[in-house]
């Protein structure tokens, strides 16, 4: 996996994101992870239909001002005042796009991601449960907006790779469907924009915005995805 991947929009990369591998280093250890589920998000600059639910929907500010940075760096945001979430920043320079990574399986380090996500929740955490959902991912990495947004995905603290012949199993059929908790139309048909391995038990469950269109379809599996060749799912398994 090279920098030049991330020169496509959101759209184009978010699904050949799945099943890579992501490290972030930190002096206490490391934390892997296996990417199963993503999100892509168009904002300024980028061509397609106007995408509501993208915090770059409208203009440049300072929370959103990574998502226009290089491609292949990292955009971190504090959602709902409770949790950090990792977004890949893609497309040229200047032009907003970007693909929130919402859940993975961790592969290496899991104490540590057991400590960090523990000491938050105070309970002892399921091995499925460590990464799923973009503020459990998050925490799991130890990735927070002060440390990380704006950081280059390919050189340390970050690591970002395909798994090589002694890592890779055998691949769950991609799906697609609506983005998770998207209001509107956003959150609808019209932007099938979530990806994710299906079956696999790390990949959060669906839930609809508000006021978005229900969607109901029968799952159909592909391997490669692209804009103009996309099939759909409403939820994942």
């Not at 992870?33 to 061509?47: F, K, L, Q, S």
């Not at 399986?105 to 057991?114: I, M, R, Y």
């Not at 956003?186 to 469950?205: E, L, N």
Request: hydrophobic share 40%; net charge positive; glycine share 12%.
């Amino acid at each position: 996996m090279t920098r030049e991947l991330f020169l496509s929009p959101a759209l184009e990369v978010a699904p050949r994101l799945l099943e890579a591998l992501l490290t972030v280093a930190a002096p206490e250890g490391d934390v892997t992870i296996r990417i199963t589920e993503v999100e892509a998000y168009h904002g300024v600059g980028t061509d397609g239909p106007y995408d509501a639910g993208s915090h770059a929907k409208d203009r440049r500010t300072e929370r959103n001002a990574s998502m226009f940075g290089p491609p292949g760096h990292a955009y971190v945001y504090f959602s709902y005042g409770m949790h950090f979430a990792l977004n890949m920043v893609c497309s040229p320079e200047g032009a907003a796009s970007g693909v929130l990574i919402r859940a993975g399986e961790v592969v290496s380090g899991a104490g540590l991601a057991h400590e960090r996500r523990s000491a938050k929740r105070g309970a002892p955490i399921d091995a499925r449960m460590l990464a799923r959902g973009p503020g459990n991912l998050a925490a799991a990495l130890g990735v927070r907006r002060d440390t990380h947004d704006g950081r280059d995905l390919f050189a340390p603290p970050f690591a970002l790779r395909l798994p090589d012949e002694t890592e890779r199993r055998p691949r769950g059929d991609v799906m697609n469907g609506p983005r998770v908790g998207v209001a509107g139309e956003a959150g609808g048909p019209a932007f099938p924009w979530r990806f994710w391995i299906a079956g696999d038990p790390t990949v959060s469950a669906f839930r609809p915005g508000r006021g978005a269109q229900p969607f109901i379809a029968e799952r159909h599996p592909a391997s490669r995805l692209s804009p103009s060749s996309r099939r759909r799912d409403a939820s994942s398994p």
